[in-house]
C-alpha cells in the first residue's frame, strides 16, 4: 500500500485535489472516505477536553501527569487529521501510546519464577523499601552524625554485609555482579592471564557473556579443560608468571550432565595463585533446599581469595555486586580508580543493610513457602472465582527459581488455572498481574505472590 502507487489525476476525480500532499489523498482514498472533505473530517476529529475528559484518561492523567497525556491526545487528533485513525479512534490511540510510558509499574509476579529478570528479579521486602524511602532525600550515607565530619560511605551497610559473612576479611559493594568480575579482572589481571575452565564460559543473558566482559578489561583468558571435565592438572599446567588468577565461575542457568568433572574451590586453593570464585545467586549461607548452589561463607572457608555475587538474586535485596574475600585484596579493589565509576548509590546501600538485617526477604518466604498452603490459596481463590461465573480450578503447578540460580531445580507449587484469553486484560491492569500460559490455560503461579496480595489478584480477575 505504498502512497507511489497513487496517481494525481485520481485525486482529482475523488475531488481531493489541492494543496493535500499526496500520502493523504491517498488515505482518504484508501479510508473511503471519497465525499468528505478536509474541513468535514477535521470538525469530525474530538476536541482536547473533551477527549481528556474520558474516565480512561483522567485516570491515566492521574498516574503520569497532564501535559504528558494531553501531548499524546494532540498527536492522536494530528493522527486522526491525516486520516491515519478514525476520529472515534482517537481516546483508544491515547490509551495505547500511553502504555508505554511513565513510571514502571506494579507487577503481581504469578509466573512460577521467584526470580524473574523481566520483572526486575528480587522484589525488596517492606524494610527494604523503608530504608530506601529514607535515603531517598538527604542522609548521613557519608557523614558521621556524632562528630560532624565526614564518615565512610556506606559504613552501615558493609558493617551489614561483613556480619553476615564472618568467613570474608573484608567486603565490598559495587553495581552488580558483572562490576564486581570487571573490578576484579581489571584490578588483579590486567595484562596478565585469567585461568578458567572451558566448562564455564558463561552467557549470562541478553547475549552477554563473561568471557566478553573478563577479556574487556585487557586481561586476557587461559582457557582450560573441556566443556565437560576439567582437571586440577588442567590448571596447574597454564599457571606461570603471567597468570593474575584462576577463576571458578558457578553454571548457574545451565546444567551439564553425565561424564562430567569440575575442580573444587579447596583443591584450587593449593595452587598458588588467588582463586576468585563467582556464585552468581548471592547465597550468604547454603540454602538446605538449593543443595546445588554455592555459599559465600563455604567457598570463602574453602579457601577462596575473593568470591563475587549478585545482590538481587537469592540474596532477596537491590540490585548490587558482593565483593567478599582477603583483606588485602579487597582493599586493592576498593582503592582502584575503577571502583569509583562502579560504586552503588545511597539507595542501594540503604535497601541492601535493610535486607541483610531482615530476617527473610520475599524470595526466601517465597523459596520456603509449604506447597500445602499453596494448594489451600489457590482453592480458596479458585472458587471464590467460580462463585463470580469466573472459570477458574485450582491447580498442582512447579515454580522455578529462575534469574540465573538453581537451574533444573522445581519447587511443588500451585496455581489459578483460567481461560489464556484473560492473560491481556490481566497484564493491562493496575497493578498488572503476569502468570505464565500451559497448555492453553493462563496459570497464575502462587509461590512468587506474597499471601497478602492474593485479595488484589482476585480483583484483578473479576474486575
Ligand atoms: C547472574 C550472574 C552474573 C551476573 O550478575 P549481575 O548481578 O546480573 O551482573 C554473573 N555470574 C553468574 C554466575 C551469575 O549467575
Not at 148 to 172: D, S
Not at 179 to 189: G, K, R
Not at 327 to 342: F, T
Request: aromatic share 2%; with cysteine; charged share 20%.
Amino acid at each position: 500500500m505504498a502512497p507511489a502507487v497513487f496517481k494525481t489525476d485520481e485525486a482529482e476525480d475523488l475531488g481531493l485535489a489541492g494543496s493535500i500532499p499526496v500520502r493523504l489523498r491517498f488515505i482518504f482514498h484508501w479510508a473511503g472516505l471519497c465525499s468528505s472533505s478536509v474541513v468535514d473530517l477535521r470538525r469530525n476529529v474530538p476536541r482536547t477536553d473533551a477527549v481528556l475528559a474520558d474516565p480512561r484518561l483522567v485516570t491515566a492523567a492521574e498516574r503520569l501527569g497532564r501535559p504528558l497525556v494531553k501531548a499524546a491526545v494532540n498527536q492522536a487528533q494530528e493522527r486522526a487529521r491525516a486520516g491515519a485513525i478514525a476520529p472515534a479512534q482517537v481516546a483508544e490511540s491515547v490509551l495505547e501510546a500511553l502504555r508505554a510510558l511513565g513510571p514502571l509499574r506494579r507487577v503481581i509476579n504469578a509466573t512460577g519464577v521467584l526470580l524473574h529478570t523481566n520483572l526486575g528479579r528480587a522484589p525488596l521486602s517492606a524494610s527494604a523499601i523503608r530504608a530506601v524511602t529514607t535515603a531517598a532525600g538527604p542522609t548521613d550515607v557519608e557523614f558521621d552524625l556524632e562528630t560532624g565530619t565526614r564518615g565512610r560511605r556506606g559504613r552501615g551497610a558493609m558493617a551489614a554485609l561483613a556480619a553476615a559473612v564472618p568467613a570474608a576479611e573484608a567486603v565490598h559493594v559495587v553495581n552488580n555482579n558483572a562490576a564486581a568480575l570487571v573490578l576484579a579482572a581489571t584490578a588483579l589481571a590486567s595484562g596478565r592471564e585469567i585461568v578458567i575452565s572451558r566448562g564455564e564460559l558463561v552467557e549470562i543473558g541478553d547475549g552477554f557473556r563473561i568471557p566478553d566482559l573478563l577479556v574487556s578489561t585487557g586481561a586476557r583468558l587461559r582457557e582450560v579443560g573441556t566443556t565437560n571435565r576439567t582437571h586440577l592438572s588442567d590448571y596447574a599446567d597454564a599457571i606461570g608468571p603471567g597468570t593474575g588468577f584462576v577463576l571458578k565461575v558457578h553454571p548457574s542457568n545451565f546444567r551439564v550432565e553425565g561424564f562430567t568433572g569440575a575442580v573444587e574451590v579447596d583443591e584450587l586453593a593449593g595452587l598458588g595463585v588467588p582463586v576468585v570464585v563467582d556464585i552468581g545467586s548471592g547465597l550468604l549461607e547454603r540454602e538446605p533446599s538449593l543443595p546445588g548452589e554455592p555459599a559465600a561463607a563455604d567457598v570463602l572457608r574453602a579457601g577462596a581469595d575473593l568470591v563475587t555475587a549478585s545482590g538481587d538474586k537469592l540474596l532477596g535485596g537491590p540490585q548490587a555486586g558482593l565483593l567478599l574475600g582477603r583483606r588485602d585484596i579487597v582493599e586493592r579493589l576498593r582503592r582502584h580508580p575503577l571502583a569509583r565509576a562502579l560504586r552503588v548509590d545511597k539507595l542501594t546501600l540503604a535497601a541492601l543493610e535493610a535486607t541483610l538485617r531482615d530476617p527473610a526477604p520475599p524470595v526466601v518466604s517465597a523459596l520456603h513457602a509449604d506447597p500445602a498452603l499453596l494448594a489451600k490459596r489457590a482453592e480458596t481463590i479458585a472458587a471464590t472465582l467460580r462463585l463470580a461465573g469466573v472459570d477458574a480450578a485450582a491447580v498442582p503447578s512447579l515454580a522455578t527459581v529462575g534469574g540465573g540460580g538453581a537451574p533444573g531445580v522445581t519447587l511443588p507449587s500451585a496455581a489459578v488455572s483460567l481461560p489464556f484469553g484473560l492473560a491481556g486484560r490481566l497484564r493491562s491492569h493496575e497493578p498488572a498481574v503476569v502468570g505464565r500460559i500451559e497448555n492453553d490455560r493462563l496459570l497464575l503461579d502462587l509461590r512468587a505472590v506474597p499471601p497478602e496480595e492474593d485479595g488484589e489478584l482476585l480483583r484483578t480477575v473479576t474486575g
